[in-house]
């Protein structure tokens, strides 16, 4: 009984030695909620509110890792407006920049990771005759947990919208990148004006990686 007290408390303290913490700088400008960890910026009569929402997507990584970002969009001008998902650029604390991907380039690679899986406890095929069985498996009722074939839809459904935003409304949506910030101490994305990213960006928002 002892030694099972000594592992759970071992694993633990794995996992809390393990958590990233992503947190929003302040600015002079910006209005954080600290419950959520979002920032908000207004310009020119539009607010965005940004917070991390993933920092890692895909349920096995193999090489490429997702990141996504929870944006929303408050357009309280008169005209509409218009943000694709293709007007935010990520950068991390070295420097490097990133830009968006598609859901469809998501379900992609989220698709092509989740062969090597099989449920919990396993970490892998053992044998093709196992993960044949499995993709032929019924996606109704079965309750394996692999994102991308059982729920493909999320993928697309909580992506930010590319169509344009009225006057007076909001949409909110995820924006994906492929980028693993848990080997960096910073990140910031960036907001600008049009898809051609050209100039200086609309607005920043800043966060801290601590591990």
């Known amino acids: 009984m002892r030694t099972s007290y000594i ?14 913490s992503v947190t ?27 917070k991390l929402d993933a920092l890692s997507l895909s349920p096995y990584q193999m090489v490429d890792n997702i990141t996504s970002f929870h944006v929303s969009i408050d357009n309280r001008t008169e005209e509409q407006v218009s943000f694709p998902s293709q007007v935010f650029i990520l950068k991390d604390g070295s420097d490097r920049q990133y830009r968006s991907i598609t859901p469809e380039r998501v379900r992609e690679i989220v698709s092509k990771d989740t062969v090597y899986l099989i449920p919990y406890p396993y970490v892998g095929y053992y044998y093709l005759d196992d993960q044949a069985r499995v993709s032929n498996a019924d996606t109704f009722s079965s309750s394996l947990p692999f994102y991308a074939e059982y729920h493909p839809q999320d993928i697309f459904t909580r992506a930010l919208t590319e169509e344009p935003i009225l006057k007076g409304s909001t949409v909110a949506g995820l924006v994906y990148f492929i980028a693993d910030l848990e080997r960096t101490n910073s990140a910031e994305l ?11 960006p609309l607005a920043k928002f800043q966060f801290s990686i601590e591990k």
Do not use: H, Q, W, Y
Request: hydrophobic share 40%; charged share 20%.
């Open 7 to 20: 592992l759970a408390a071992l694993i633990l303290l794995f996992c809390s030695a393990c958590t990233v």
């Open 190 to 200: 960036l907001v600008f004006p049009d898809k051609k990213t050209s100039g200086e």
């Open 24 to 50: 929003p700088i302040a600015t002079s400008t910006g209005t954080i909620n600290s419950e959520e960890k979002s920032i908000t910026e207004t310009r020119d009569g539009v607010a965005f509110t940004v």
